[in-house]
């Protein structure tokens, strides 16, 4: 069993800056594919950003490629996503997502694992 645990959502002006962070409880999380999903009102949960058990590969969604990265930190049980030039149609709560699979997935059935979600409110 897995817990994650998401922080770092707040409320930003357009363009700005946050960081998202990722607490996973699990002993062999370096073990695990990290997933970044976000899900806006009224709308699908959507894809944003993915990374191996290594880090050494990611992927993301075209609409954050090139503003979001993506990384981990295996020594302490967190994966992050820097979020930069944010717009309003960011705004979404983001949710942490673990997968035991090897396959680095990009989509919600793939993971296995759940955090609660952060709010991201990104204002015009």
């Known amino acids: 069993q897995v817990q994650l645990v998401e922080s770092g959502g707040g409320l930003v002006q357009a363009g700005g800056s946050l960081r998202l962070s990722c607490a996973a409880s699990?002993?062999?999380?370096?073990?695990?594919?990290m997933g970044w999903f976000r899900q806006a009102p009224a709308k699908e949960r959507e894809f944003v950003a993915a990374?191996?058990?290594?880090?050494?590969?990611?992927y993301y969604a075209g609409s954050v490629k090139g503003r979001f990265t993506i990384s981990r930190d295996n020594a302490k049980n967190t994966v992050f996503l820097q979020m930069n030039s944010l717009k309003p149609e960011d705004t979404a709560v983001y949710y942490c997502?673990?997968?035991?699979?090897?396959?680095?997935?990009?989509?919600?059935?793939?993971?296995?694992?759940w955090g609660l979600g952060t709010q991201v409110t990104v204002s015009s």
């Open positions: 699990a002993r062999t999380f370096s073990t695990y594919a």
């Open positions: 990374i191996s058990w290594s880090g050494g590969i990611t």
């Open positions: 997502a673990a997968t035991a699979d090897q396959n680095v997935g990009r989509t919600y059935p793939e993971y296995d694992y």
